[in-house]
């Protein structure tokens, strides 16, 4: 089974500063990839980023980028200049092969307040 | 419409009552997910078409849940005898194809269901 752990349940940032949204990982799959979402107060899901589990390289998405550490199973998000539209619910998620695919497993979320 | 449809927004029903959640989905998308979402949780996968059949169910909690998709387009989840616990944001999705795992899955703004 996959599991996702968000373990930041609310995060404040200033304004144009960056911010580091903590995800870690369980799973048994080789192959896997890694997605954020945002959701703002309105309820939609927003895709950010996807990292695949053999990308080589960090992906990065405009202010969005991933520290993908593979060894210690996480995939933290980080904003860079925050904005006051930031301000939102963020989802880390996880999907696989097999019995995985298709599927997103999501973590608890993590609630980011930007601060004016 | 160019994102995926969800209708009612809200659908507000007595205890013990059958409800039909519609999905439509991005035109020419093949993979249809359901989840769930409870208050400040992350979303729950509930099941996956890939066209026309169910791909993956294993996340429908019980037989009263039951969805979907005879022509490969608009899905329709099911709820019988609802339950106050059954109270959730809907949420379907939609992807190009549900057996690649970098493919984005795009959502709807959901159906919130309140049983009383």
């Known amino acids: 089974a996959q599991k996702i752990t968000q373990t930041q349940p609310g995060m404040f940032v200033q304004e144009k500063e960056a911010v580091t949204l903590d995800c870690t990982y369980d799973t048994s799959d080789q192959s896997y990839g890694l997605f954020w979402y945002k959701q703002p107060s309105s309820g939609e899901m927003i895709f950010l980023i996807y990292q695949g589990s053999y990308d080589e390289q960090n992906a990065t998405e405009g202010r969005y980028s991933l520290n993908f550490q593979k060894a210690r199973k996480s995939a933290n998000l980080v904003i860079s200049a925050s904005q006051l539209g930031d301000s939102a619910m963020y989802f880390c998620?996880?999907?696989?092969?097999?019995?995985?695919?298709?599927?997103?497993?999501f973590g608890q979320g993590t609630t980011l307040q930007v601060k004016p | 419409g160019a994102g995926v449809s969800q209708t009612p927004s809200n659908k507000v029903t007595e205890k013990g009552k059958y409800v039909e959640l519609r999905c439509d989905p991005i035109s020419g998308h093949t993979a249809l997910y359901w989840y769930r979402q409870s208050l400040g949780q992350g979303p729950e996968f509930l099941i996956y078409?890939?066209?026309?059949?169910?791909?993956?169910d294993s996340g429908l909690p019980n037989d009263r849940f039951f969805a979907v998709r005879p022509e490969g387009s608009v899905s329709t989840l099911k709820i019988q005898r609802t339950e106050r616990g059954d109270s959730a944001v809907y949420l379907c999705?939609?992807?190009?194809?549900?057996?690649?795992?970098?493919?984005?899955?795009?959502f709807g703004q959901g159906t919130r269901l309140t049983v009383v």
């Open positions: 999705a939609s992807s190009a194809s549900g057996g690649v795992m970098n493919t984005e899955a795009f």
């Open positions: 998620a996880i999907t696989g092969r097999g019995s995985n695919t298709g599927k997103l497993i």
């Open positions: 078409f890939q066209g026309t059949g169910a791909a993956d």
